[in-house]
């Protein structure tokens, strides 16, 4: 991801390069099961999933958003902190999905005395199929 | 069986969540996540942060795996439709952290197939002085059950 601009000069409705994850792996819903501690057999056992009516395994809507998350401290850097963060799930994803996480700046403000950033954020399949939409709020030190 | 109202305000026990280096090693290696600010003193301390932190979705793996929810709900009828994050104050490696799940809202709408009931859990987060340091708030969808 290139970061070519500086948070404090970020202006409403300016859009951030995105950023595009590695295709989603049945080792990954493995490692997220057990960091996450949700061993959900919808996420591991073809098998399972297919007797409830899927093509097999789908991914964890969190690990979607733990991309959403990667994406917004990349943005945040060393300069802000995360003040708030929260995601809407959409479609479902599986193995094989990649995702593009990208967002505009919905609005700039002051609070406390710190400058705040607000971002509307979007996780989307590469075939541009939203999966999941967002916002969170930096805050500047 | 429908949930009322009642079960607002409802909490689970309180349980101490310890933030390990491995376990937040593990999880930011799962989304392939690799900022310095979960790994590298020197840049983290430079930052805004001003010291190593975890994940922003970390929160969601600090349930003990034990504690009992304050509601008893059906899975096959939960759906987590939103998950939001309140950050007050850095989450570190080493904190123990107590935790309490709440429910804290809990309202009806009428869906395409029947009533759909909204469920608000609170996971409140808080350090040893009590002060509050996050705020994991899941809305869960509640379908209705199926006769």
């Known amino acids: ?141 | 069986m429908d949930l009322d109202k009642s079960v607002i305000g409802l909490t689970s026990d309180e349980y101490v969540f310890e933030v390990e280096s491995r376990h937040v090693g593990q999880f930011a290696t799962a989304i392939g996540d690799d900022n310095p600010l979960y790994t590298d003193d020197r840049y983290a301390k430079e930052s805004a942060y001003e010291g190593l932190v975890v994940p922003p979705t970390f929160p969601i793996a600090m349930n003990d795996g034990k504690v009992e929810m304050p509601v008893q709900l059906d899975h096959r009828r939960m759906l987590h439709g939103e998950q939001e994050f309140l950050y007050y104050k850095p989450i570190r490696i080493g904190d123990q952290l107590r935790c309490q799940i709440k429910v804290s809202d809990l309202y009806d709408k009428e869906g395409k197939s029947g009533k759909m009931q909204f469920l608000k859990l609170d996971t409140e987060m808080k350090d040893e002085a009590g002060e509050l340091v996050c705020i994991s708030r899941m809305n869960i969808v509640y379908r209705a059950a199926k006769n």
């Open chain 1, 1 to 141: 991801m290139i970061k070519d601009w500086v948070l404090e000069e970020l202006t409403v409705d300016q859009k951030l390069e995105p950023m595009v994850k590695s295709p989603i792996t049945k080792v990954q819903l493995a490692q997220y099961a057990g960091a996450s501690g949700d061993f959900n057999p919808l996420h591991l056992d073809d098998g399972f999933a297919q007797k409830i009516g899927m093509d097999g395994v789908i991914a964890h809507g969190m690990l979607v958003m733990g991309f959403l998350g990667e994406y917004v401290m990349k943005i945040a850097g060393k300069e802000a902190r995360v003040a708030n963060f929260k995601m809407r799930f959409g479609k479902m994803t599986v193995p094989g999905d990649e995702i593009r996480c990208s967002g505009v700046v919905e609005r700039t403000y002051e609070e406390d005395g710190k400058r705040c950033i607000a971002l509307e954020l979007t996780a989307e399949k590469v075939s541009g199929e939203v999966v999941g939409a967002g916002s969170a709020i930096l805050q500047l030190t």
